[in-house]
């Protein structure tokens, strides 16, 4: 853990140090694992940490991550190149590098969401939900570390491999265990968070993200977001995820979309 | 022109050449331009010819492009870095420069889409569109040089600004004018070709792309395309709008998102 100091696990866990020009030093834990491996979204928010600590805009309003190779828990080296800074956004890139190859490329644009205005149109409500206390927790698989850093309350998932028709979507509410408030840095992250829409359709099995793009629109307002992930294409094998995130008002907090390799 | 035996314009207008250890030379035509400004659309498959020279695989999986600074008709020097080359996929980035500054910045993961494998589920279906011979060409603007570079064929585009509800949606069939067979090399440009969705619901203006990301699924079997865009939240001065790109037989061929300012 980088900073004792921190009082919640995300902070902890994505914690990183400038250690030379443009260089920052974060530590992957095992606390986020899925299984052997840490989740791409909780790699995703260590480099936007360096990102965050090297752009002189607040808010990350769009961020792509490639994963080129597993991340493992350890150390990571994050080199942050800051490629423009204008007068509303400034777009940087991470590598972040473990055991001295690149595991994950992010290029984001930063900007300042409190200072945006303009015209507005919503063509979209939150998924309804009932009120997260009414529901289950989502129990929590043994060995799966990641779960336990979360509450999620879901309607039934159920399970069906080989059905036919329409979007395999699963939907919830979900809130740090520890009750971290939700921030645009937490977004990437919770846009990873749940467990694949594809399981709704497909066996479970290993469904590698190849790329996930997250556009964060707004500051969340509430401890409990309440989330949605459709996987409409599963075909040639790759699979497309959309998410959706939203914050207790009703507020649409950011959009997901990642490109990920099907279960064989 | 750079390539004068090319016998298509998409072909002539995104030639690159090699100049040097991973460095391209192209040019910028004004002939997809979108009044002064080069399309953001056209700028993307310029530095995706440079990628496709650089990378070893051949179809561009997922391309992510973030706009620094307008482009701008005229030579484009496009420095490819080759970040990672595994067995199925291949990671690049493209930097284009013009007048010795970055214009735009390119993140791509290229495979073979010919190769790929798994289960399929398909729950989406292509745009409800009469065929293109039973509707009119979408009229070409004055000084829209763009629009000269393809036929549109659309049900009625009726701008109602201030529309209270629904997603803002703009569908129709596209082919390049002069022919070309559209190729996944193409699909980033056919992503950012119609007009703005959100034109429907807004007073046109000025709505520049800030990110735009192009997953392609499947090579494309027609020559007819049939797409539809929409965008569902306007609001904080940024806007989404999200893509689908179809061919006449029905397959998925590209999803596309990009994240816009929003006209003010």
């Known amino acids: 853990m980088m900073d004792t100091a921190a009082p919640y696990e995300f902070d902890a866990d994505t914690a990183v140090r400038p250690v030379g020009p443009n260089l920052y030093m974060g530590h992957i834990t095992p606390r986020w694992n899925i299984g052997p491996v840490p989740n791409g979204g909780y790699v995703m928010a260590v480099g936007m940490a360096a990102l965050r600590a090297a752009l002189?805009?607040?808010?990350p309003v769009t961020v792509t991550a490639h994963y080129l190779r597993p991340?493992?828990?350890?150390?990571?080296?994050?080199?942050?190149?800051?490629?423009?800074?204008?007068?509303?956004?400034?777009?940087?890139?991470?590598?972040?590098?473990?055991?001295?190859?690149?595991?994950?490329?992010?290029?984001?644009?930063?900007?300042?969401?409190?200072?945006?205005?303009?015209?507005?149109?919503?063509?979209?409500?939150?998924?309804?939900?009932?009120?997260?206390e009414t529901l289950a927790p989502l129990p929590v698989h043994s060995g799966l570390e990641f779960g336990h850093r979360f509450e999620m309350r879901t309607t039934a998932l159920g399970f069906e491999p080989g059905r036919a028709t329409g979007p395999a979507e699963v939907s919830g509410w979900v809130?740090?265990?520890?009750?971290r408030h939700p921030d645009v840095h937490t977004l990437g992250l919770i846009a990873d968070a749940f467990p694949p829409a594809a399981f709704q359709v497909l066996a479970p099995g290993w469904v590698p993200t190849i790329e996930l793009t997250v556009h964060v629109r707004a500051h969340p307002a509430s401890e409990w977001l309440r989330c949605v992930f459709r996987t409409r294409f599963i075909f040639g094998g790759l699979l497309e995820e959309d998410g959706e995130?939203?914050?207790?008002?009703?507020?649409?907090?950011?959009l997901s979309r990642q490109l990920a390799a099907a279960p064989r």
Do not use: C, M
């Open 71 to 132: 991340s493992v828990p350890g150390p990571v080296r994050i080199h942050v190149d800051t490629i423009k800074v204008g007068r509303r956004y400034a777009t940087g890139v991470g590598q972040l590098h473990q055991n001295g190859k690149e595991t994950v490329r992010l290029l984001a644009t930063y900007g300042d969401l409190g200072r945006s205005v303009g015209p507005t149109h919503v063509a979209g409500a939150p998924p309804p939900l009932p009120p997260p």
């Open 245 to 254: 995130i939203w914050d207790e008002g009703g507020t649409l907090v950011a």
């Open 175 to 179: 809130r740090f265990a520890d009750r």
């Open 56 to 59: 002189p805009q607040p808010d």
